[in-house]
């Protein structure tokens, strides 16, 4: 049997919240590149690195609003 996207969505949206949650996750994981444990790793070293220079004071922070400003700017171009 196969249903519309409207049908399947208003299915979902009438499970209860933790299967509506567990359907989502199993969706986005069907859709996800595999796990690249090296690409992992270096992003967890990256993330390392920068807590490292922010906590000693080498890398200062930037207020939310200003960066989400900037994106806004540079978006409207």
Request: charged share 30%.
């Amino acid at each position: 049997m196969i249903q519309t996207i409207d049908d399947l969505a208003q299915g979902a949206i009438e499970l209860p919240p933790d299967q509506r949650y567990t359907l989502a996750r199993r969706i986005l994981a069907s859709v996800e590149p595999p796990a690249d444990a090296e690409l992992d790793q270096a992003w967890a070293a990256e993330i390392q690195e920068r807590m490292r220079r922010y906590d000693s004071g080498a890398t200062a922070g930037i207020p939310a609003a200003e960066v989400f400003a900037e994106i806004d700017r540079r978006l409207a171009r």
